[in-house]
């Protein structure tokens, strides 16, 4: 014979089903805006310091926060957004090795085979696309689990962002060295263009090679170097090397344009002696305009890709 419980007795509570905590880190939404943020301070901060106190030692830190802060945002958006079941460690190995090997891999095979011609911006595009590519194999060779076009676009992106912030730590390193001592003003424009222009150039452009590389990978995890895969790098080092030779089209149209004398040197120099106002304004026009004409196209075929994947849109 079962008693009911008197009234205003507490009942049992028995607990549901608890869901498993996932498999990647909880970033709080909006990381990436916080480092922007704070980065953008610290970076300000340090330079109103180093230009007070023309203190030499405090360029290393000025040079490293302008150069990794948009890199490493981008990187922080992409994790975020895109690429968390992918994990922190192949992430930070993708930015961390991959962009290292590349920069690297890039300038071994660069200082051997390059020299100044016509042709040298493709060669550099063909050289360090290749480099970054082969850096993203040798990060994911143990990690068979990674696959698919998201996963290529997240680290091939990843791969890029950490070559772009080594190579221009040492454009920001030359700018600032200087016969006549440390040129605080060359460095700090050399860091905000190049911060600025960050997410149009090497992050861009090896997304899509890695898209194309990973999303093709077998699910025993070995590489298969297709067309596709071809293709796409050579794609990415074709906008690698219109972005480069931008400067130096737009001096030869404005010469072209403007009846200026022509020479097989004018390309290669990339300046004009003497310029008009009327050279300038269409030099600017020619030179933006042309890296803004590279950009939407890697932006354009970037969204294309994450359109035909159907995981893109379903990430955490």
């Not at 869901?19 to 916080?34: E, K, N, T």
């Not at 997410?199 to 890695?210: C, D, E, K, V």
């Amino acid at each position: 014979m079962t008693h009911s419980p008197p009234p205003g007795t507490p009942k049992a509570r028995i607990p549901g089903p608890q869901q498993p905590p996932p498999p990647y880190p909880r970033i709080r939404a909006g990381l990436w805006r916080r480092c922007l943020g704070g980065g953008l301070a610290l970076w300000a901060l340090t330079a109103w310091v180093t230009y007070e106190t023309r203190d030499s030692t405090l360029l290393p830190t000025l040079i490293l926060l302008g150069s990794f802060l948009a890199p490493v945002v981008f990187v922080l958006w992409a994790y975020e957004r895109h690429g968390r079941d992918l994990g922190v460690s192949a992430i930070l190995g993708c930015f961390l090795t991959g962009g290292t090997l590349g920069v690297l891999g890039a300038s071994l095979v660069e200082s051997y085979l390059l020299h100044p011609s016509l042709g040298m911006f493709l060669g550099v595009g063909l050289i360090e696309e290749a480099a970054k590519l082969a850096a993203l194999v040798f990060v994911l060779r143990s990690q068979p689990g990674v696959r698919g076009t998201r996963a290529g676009l997240v680290l091939g992106a990843a791969v890029g962002f950490g070559f772009a912030a080594l190579e221009s730590a040492g454009y920001a390193f030359d700018a600032a060295v200087s016969s006549e001592g440390a040129d605080l003003r060359a460095l700090l424009e050399t860091e905000i263009l190049r911060g600025v222009l960050a997410p149009f150039g090497h992050g861009l452009w090896t997304a899509i090679a890695g898209a194309a590389l990973l999303s093709r990978r077998r699910l025993t995890g070995r590489f298969r170097v297709t067309a596709p895969v071809v293709g796409s790098c050579l794609g990415a080092a074709l906008l690698h090397a219109l972005w480069d030779s931008t400067h130096g089209l737009a001096v030869w149209a404005t010469a072209r344009l403007t009846g200026a004398g022509l020479d097989r040197l004018l390309f290669a120099q990339q300046y004009l002696a003497r310029p008009s106002a009327t050279q300038e304004h269409l030099f600017t026009l020619f030179s933006v305009g042309g890296l803004a004409l590279v950009a939407l196209a890697g932006v354009g075929w970037v969204r294309s890709l994450a359109r035909q994947d159907s995981s893109w849109r379903n990430t955490p």
